[in-house]
């Protein structure tokens, strides 16, 4: 059971507040917002989901910038109040369509009326969209996406000249389009995390995909959908026979495991590689799965340390974009921890260059290099000069790195994993509902030793 739950934003200001069971003290978001912002216990940079202090556990996650904590003095399972936390999110984003501290403080009714049937004196009723909706009554007070920043998800399918419609982002399942009318229509994105471990001669040490099929759904009368896969899609050791009987031959895509929404029936799977389910209103994981198979990296990167006397060096870093040319990656941020007695670095970018900006983080001794849209097949340098205040009696590579990457790339996956057809139940020959299917790819880790 938990006590208290509440929402933080980026300044630590309350924005939600909702005390369950009266055994944890009032001022605990403030005590829970000075530990977070202060936190330096094992010079961690950032606190840990889940601590104790004072004998008051605290959980929380981040989402879109805003803090969801939960607070409790019994001993609780961590994961069961994480994953509390992000459909308690996920829940009031459904309603609200756009989740951003604007929308919350414009509609703290609602929100609270949510948490009153999500949670019960700090027992967890239910987190289902559908059955919410019984017994919420208030409308929501829309918020214009067009004003809204380029942030979180949103922000994945709304870059470059070829939009991707974003409305299932910013859009509420409760409320309809302007003069009532409602548009039907139904997105899924396959969402890829990719996490890639690089030697310092460019080999792949480690490589993995985690990846979601996420569907979101605004048909009215919930029809059956039947979703078409890879046809060689496999399940299980690359060669063997997958678990839902299948096979992965040479070339097909290999799925280490896979689970499943409660809302999925598998009966055709096993056949053609089809799932069939009534999609239940809101935002919903339709599959997870996790890929160690080897893949094409999205970007290669290389470093270069060179001594340049007795308390200088120079660092160059290489990136290379390895997917196609017509496929834009976006917010790419470049990271390399430096020697501790780094004192002053200068940096050195390609002539003509657009969109890229550098940084030294003196407080951490951290090298940052921000790209803000990069092509596929090109490649981009940066030269940084390094000034210690010491001379260095070790060798400096094994004082500095590994490289980090950070990126996103929209309308790509390197699983290969696609959807062939979405399939809608007709209920008239003049229905036809909007389908979009859009991908993702993320870095989870992406890391380069030096």
């Given at each position: 059971?938990?006590?208290?739950?509440?929402?933080?934003?980026?300044?630590?200001?309350?924005?939600?507040?909702?005390?369950?069971?009266?055994?944890?003290?009032?001022?605990?978001?403030?005590?829970?917002?000075?530990?977070?912002k202060f936190w330096k216990e094992d010079g961690g940079e950032e606190a840990p989901p889940v601590f104790n202090v004072d004998g008051v556990n605290y959980f929380h996650v981040k989402v879109v910038g805003l803090l969801f904590v939960a607070t409790s003095r019994t001993n609780l399972s961590p994961s069961l109040v994480l994953e509390l936390l992000q459909r308690i999110a996920r829940v009031i984003k459904d309603y609200l369509g756009v989740l951003n501290e604007d929308s919350l403080r414009k509609n703290f009714v609602l929100v609270y009326e949510l948490l009153d049937e999500v949670v019960d004196f700090g027992y967890v009723q239910t987190t289902s969209t559908e059955i919410l909706k019984s017994y919420i009554f208030n409308e929501p007070i829309m918020i214009d996406a067009g004003r809204l920043p380029p942030l979180g998800p949103a922000a994945m399918f709304m870059q470059g000249s070829k939009r991707m419609p974003g409305t299932a982002i910013t859009k509420s399942v409760v409320a309809n389009e302007p003069g009532g009318r409602k548009r039907e229509e139904i997105f899924v994105d396959i969402i890829e995390k990719i996490s890639i471990t690089f030697s310092s001669s460019g080999y792949i040490l480690t490589s993995e995909i985690d990846g979601t099929i996420q569907m979101k759904s605004y048909l009215t009368g919930n029809p059956e959908i039947k979703l078409a896969l890879n046809e060689d899609l496999g399940i299980g050791r690359a060669g063997g026979r997958s678990d839902y009987g299948g096979s992965a031959g040479s070339g097909a895509v290999v799925l280490d495991d896979c689970n499943f929404h409660e809302s999925v029936q598998l009966d055709s799977f096993d056949v053609d590689r089809t799932l069939t389910l009534v999609p239940p209103d809101g935002e919903f994981p339709v599959m997870n799965y996790r890929i160690t198979q080897e893949f094409k990296p999205p970007f290669r990167i290389n470093t270069l340390i060179e001594e340049a006397g007795s308390l200088k060096a120079e660092v160059i870093l290489k990136i290379r974009a390895e997917f196609p040319s017509d496929i834009t990656a976006n917010t790419i941020l470049v990271q390399m921890p430096l020697p501790t007695y780094t004192s002053r670095v200068s940096f050195e970018l390609e002539p003509g260059t657009v969109g890229q900006?550098?940084?030294f983080k003196e407080s951490n001794k951290r090298l940052e290099w921000s790209l803000k849209k990069v092509v596929g097949g090109s490649d981009h340098t940066l030269r940084a000069k390094l000034t210690f205040s010491q001379e260095s009696h070790g060798n400096i590579t094994k004082e500095a790195g590994p490289v980090s990457m950070t990126f996103t790339i929209p309308m790509y996956n390197p699983s290969r994993l696609q959807v062939k057809y979405l399939q809608i139940a007709k209920k008239s020959k003049t229905y036809n509902p909007y389908r979009w299917v859009r991908y993702v790819t993320q870095a989870n880790s992406y890391v380069a030793r030096i």
């Open positions: 059971m938990i006590s208290q739950f509440f929402v933080l934003s980026q300044r630590g200001d309350s924005i939600v507040f909702r005390d369950y069971r009266g055994d944890v003290l009032k001022g605990s978001a403030e005590i829970f917002f000075r530990k977070v900006t550098t940084d």
